[in-house]
């Protein structure tokens, strides 16, 4: 099946720093990808989508300067957050859009998560 | 805005069927989906459905019906495995292909 991959899978970092989270997708190409982050005992919130050569779109209330994405290639997404501080503090979780549909519909399939901690 | 109506916690027992209900009111209708998120860990895909009626696969199966803006995921022969949250997520756009998530059904599964 679709398989997307999410590094580091927690990170824990002094406030002020920035953190680069990556997304592949590793057994197909995937010209979207979507940024969601996860509070506690919370649903996903969709944060931005990442699209192949072109600008992020960013869903209203996200800081585009603070929460930087790239997707230079059709398999990889980063997610940079900048500056970080401990209200960033969240789980970060990546998906690809599969057009191929493993599932025999336009799918997207979750990676794994990173887990950001700032101290 | 855009509402997605879960449960917030359900307990069922090991060996019997549970029904989650999710029901919305979006401003655009692409498709529902059923995704398991255990704990700490990213979602699952379970189902997909854009049209309506019932789709089967194995122990769990979903159900849509559009008119009523409702669906169900049904859970036979429940594990303790399966305890885990459901969520619930419409797709509004078929451009953007984001998907707008409920708030999610915790389920316990006991012995």
């Known amino acids: 099946g679709a398989v997307v991959s999410q590094h580091p899978s927690w990170v824990i970092c002094k406030s002020g720093t920035s953190v680069k989270i990556e997304c592949r997708s590793l057994d197909f190409q995937a010209t979207t990808m979507f940024w969601y982050r996860q509070f506690p005992k919370q649903s996903l919130m969709l944060m931005a989508t990442?699209?192949?050569?072109?600008?992020?779109?960013?869903e209203q209330g996200v800081e585009k300067d603070k929460f930087l994405i790239n997707h230079a290639s059709l398999t990889l997404s980063t997610l940079t957050v900048t500056s970080a501080h401990p209200e960033d503090s969240s789980f970060y979780i990546c998906?690809?859009?599969?057009?191929?549909?493993?599932?025999?519909?336009?799918?997207?399939?979750f990676g794994p998560g990173t887990r950001l901690t700032v101290l | 805005g855009q509402n997605i109506d879960q449960p917030t916690e359900m307990t069922a027992t090991e060996g019997a069927i549970v029904q989650i209900n999710c029901t919305y009111q979006t401003s655009g209708f692409n498709g529902l989906f059923w995704y398991q998120q255990h704990a700490g860990e990213a979602p699952t895909f379970l189902s997909y459905n854009v049209l309506d009626g019932l789709e089967e696969k194995g122990r769990f199966s979903s159900f849509l019906s559009r008119s009523k803006g409702y669906s169900y995921l049904l859970l036979k022969e429940l594990q303790m495995k399966d305890s885990a949250s459901y969520l619930c997520a419409v797709l509004l756009d078929t451009g953007r292909r984001a998907l707008t998530f409920g708030s999610g059904t915790r389920l316990q599964v006991q012995p």
């Open positions: 998906s690809a859009r599969d057009l191929g549909g493993h599932s025999g519909a336009d799918t997207q399939y």
């Open positions: 990442s699209n192949e050569g072109s600008k992020a779109t960013y």
